[in-house]
């Protein structure tokens, strides 16, 4: 098949070019640096001639209020591009959970994807994964100081960015599920035990303080964040990808 994947150069969809391609379809990875800007629509037409498959892996550049309007202009431009071309199935990537955390801007952004697709003129699937094992620098980054991180003991279930990138790729090649799949990490964790094991890897001294009010994830409630029961688990450890 012929598969457009827009953010075709960031940390999942460079991944998920690589493996549609070695599974033998034709992959056009689009971006503003290839002349697809998905903001404005510029070069999104041309793109989607003779596609297949659009997997939109694009992403706000915020996570606060000005993130809706990012998802409901790129959904708009694409959706109608993607109707026009004659696209039959079209991929967004989405998180587990995401329209049981109304308090945080960012997930109300991507429920607004969500059903932006979901009404839309286009046979669609959502892919919801877990929190990525690569983002966990970044969170512990949020609360900490040269001595501790703190940290909530939210309920994660995290995965590696190329179980992720596998997931959307097998979806994309698949039949359109007008619906959603869930896909999670092996191992269930709370957050400030996360935090623990990746210092203790790293040979990182601070201690890690569970304060149930740190960070943006100290919004979520109970196990929001853990795969579903009929989500699929990847096999990556965060102890096997810790050791790469």
């Given at each position: 098949m012929k598969i457009a994947v827009i953010g075709g150069t960031g940390l999942i969809g460079s991944q998920v070019v690589r493996m549609l391609t070695?599974?033998?379809?034709?992959?056009?990875?689009?971006s503003p640096s290839t002349g697809v800007d998905l903001l404005t629509g510029a070069g999104l037409p041309e793109a989607l001639a003779g596609a297949d498959v659009v997997v939109n892996l694009t992403n706000s550049p915020t996570f606060d209020e000005a993130s809706p309007a990012f998802f409901r202009t790129t959904m708009q431009n694409m959706l109608s591009a993607a109707a026009s071309a004659g696209v039959g199935h079209a991929v967004i990537l989405s998180i587990v959970g995401v329209d049981e955390v109304p308090d945080l801007d960012y997930y109300r952004a991507k429920v607004l994807q969500e059903e932006l697709l979901q009404t839309g003129p286009v046979p669609y699937s959502i892919v919801r994964a877990t929190q990525f094992y690569e983002f966990v620098d970044a969170v512990l980054s949020w609360t900490s100081d040269e001595n501790t991180v703190r940290l909530?003991?939210?309920p994660v279930q995290p995965m590696a960015a190329?179980?992720?990138?596998?997931?959307?790729?097998d979806v994309a090649a698949g039949a359109p599920l007008n619906g959603i799949r869930n896909v999670a990490g092996p191992q269930v964790y709370g957050l400030d035990e996360l935090g623990r094991v990746a210092l203790s890897a790293r040979g990182d001294r601070?201690?890690?303080?569970?304060?149930?009010?740190?960070?943006?994830?100290?919004?979520?409630?109970?196990?929001?964040?853990?795969g579903r029961a009929?989500?699929?688990l990847a096999r990556t450890t965060f102890l096997e990808w810790l050791s790469r």
């Open positions: 070695t599974d033998g379809h034709d992959v056009l990875p689009l909530p003991a939210t190329a179980d992720v990138a596998r997931a959307v790729a601070r201690a890690v303080v569970t304060d149930p009010a740190a960070g943006m994830f100290a919004a979520v409630p109970g196990d929001v964040l853990i009929d989500a699929v």
